[in-house]
């Protein structure tokens, strides 16, 4: 049997979907894909027929648009085999498909793609259970939901997408994949205890430099923070801000080199989804995103270069 799946590029969430299917299946594919080009890359498959020629077809982390989905809906041979697994609120609607599975809360707390996908097949025996796919399933899953810091403290679910950060996404799948196949138990090698060490010196050096060069504005009647930052540490800048109780309601993270803006939380209470929604984006309550447009670094280039 012939495996596909796309799933979400930026993440260990995204990442947690390829290595879990490579573990339950041979013969996998996988396209890694960002919130705003999965459809493209669906299309793509769609349109030469080669879609066709796989019999399962995975959405892991990421969701189609009306339109894909009532492509896969109304094809007899689609709507058998692709199956899509997302915990975005922005969604939920498109539970109203048979073939797509869009969960945010369960009995376990907030999920994420890489549980909703566990849980299939570890439910339709597709993939055994055992210590070490679990443990790596909740580190994701709390990483992702970020009850790693709210509710657990748990640094082993940070050092986990810190180790994705040090090695990228390809070397990420290898690894975990070959870490889980044959262990019970999950635990990190030296080798990666020292990545993951390397690599937090570096990440505290850049959040000191990124928080020091903030811009304020009022934006929709919020204070927002706007800062020019790499994409890969969006995450550690919007913490270093909760923790040092910046007087703002949320920063607005601007990454040119992966042409994305991302937006999260400050002070609680605050939607961000909201805001990026306006700015074209989607995404969580608490983190959402949006893309930039080719005019927009068009423009930005043309300020640069006057």
Known sequence: MKNLIFSHKSDIDGMGGVVLLKLARENVDYELCETFNVNNKFQKYYLDKTIYDYDNIYITDLCLDAENLEIIKNDEILNKRVKVFDHHKSVLDFNSYDF?????????????GTSLFYNYLVKNNILIENEALSKFTELTRRYDTWEWKNIYNDEAARDLSILYESVGAEKYIDILYEKLKNNTKFSFSNVEKSLIENRKIKMSEKVLFYTGNIVYKEMFGLKAGIVFISYEY?????QFLIDNN??????????IDQGTVSY??????????????KMGGKGHDSAAGSTITPEQKEKILNILLS
């Open 246 to 255: 910046y007087d703002i309601d949320f920063v607005m993270m601007v990454a």
């Open 234 to 238: 969006r995450n550690e800048v919007a």
């Open 100 to 112: 797509v599975s869009v969960i945010v809360k369960d009995e376990n707390g907030l999920c994420c």
């Open 264 to 277: 999260r939380s400050i002070k609680s209470g605050v939607n961000v989804r909201i805001v990026a929604e």
